[in-house]
C-alpha cells in the first residue's frame, strides 16, 4: 500500500504535469491567435496589390504609389482609432456623471456620429486617391470592379470570424 508521503508527491507531480500543460496550451494558442491576425493584415495589402496589378492593370511606379498612399493611410487611420478609444472612455465617464440623461445621450451620439463621419471621409478620400493613380483606360476597370472586391474581402472577414 502507498503511504500518505507517497501518495502526496504523486498527486503533486500530477498536479505540476497538469498545471504546465495548461500554460503551454494557452501559450500555444494566443500566440497562434497573433500569428493568424497579422497574417490576415499581410495577406489583405497582398490581395488588393495583386488586384490593382492583375485586374485593372498597374504598373510597377503605380504599385509603389499606391503601397505609399496605404502606408500613410494606414497611420491616419490608426491614430484616428486610437483617438475614438480614448474619447469614447470620456464619453461614457460623462455618461455616467450625468445618470445617463437623455440630452447627455444625445450630445454623445452626435460626437460618435462625428466620428464616424470623419472615419468615412478618410476612407473615402483614400478611394479617391487610389483611383487617381488609374490612367484614363482604368478608371472603367476600377469603378466597376474595385467594390466588387472590397465587398468579397468584407464577406470573407465575416465568414472568417464565424469560422473563429
Known amino acids: 500500500m502507498i503511504n500518505k508521503e507517497n501518495k502526496s508527491k504523486w498527486l503533486l507531480l500530477i498536479i ?5 500543460t495548461n500554460i503551454a496550451l494557452l501559450a500555444f494558442v494566443f500566440l497562434k491567435k497573433d500569428r493568424r491576425t497579422h497574417e490576415k ?10 488586384f490593382l496589378k492583375n485586374e485593372i492593370g498597374f504598373n510597377t511606379v503605380q504599385l509603389h504609389q499606391y503601397d505609399s ?31 445617463f440623461s437623455d440630452s447627455v445621450i ?4 452626435s460626437l460618435s456620429a ?15 486617391n487610389v483611383r487617381m493613380l488609374c490612367t484614363a483606360e482604368q478608371l472603367p476597370k476600377f469603378d466597376s470592379l474595385f467594390v466588387k472586391v472590397l465587398n468579397r474581402r468584407n464577406r470573407d472577414g465575416k465568414n472568417e470570424e464565424k469560422k473563429n
Request: charged letters at 30%; proline letters at 0%.
Open 16 to 20: 505540476g504535469i497538469l498545471l504546465i
Open 41 to 50: 493584415h499581410t495577406d489583405r495589402k497582398a490581395m488588393i496589390s495583386a
Open 69 to 99: 498612399l496605404s502606408s500613410s493611410h494606414k497611420e491616419k487611420v490608426k491614430k484616428m482609432f486610437e483617438n475614438l478609444r480614448s474619447s469614447k472612455d470620456k464619453q461614457f465617464k460623462q455618461l455616467a456623471s450625468a445618470n
Open 106 to 109: 444625445e450630445t454623445v451620439a
Open 114 to 128: 462625428g466620428s464616424q463621419k470623419t472615419m468615412e471621409l478618410q476612407m473615402f478620400s483614400h478611394l479617391r
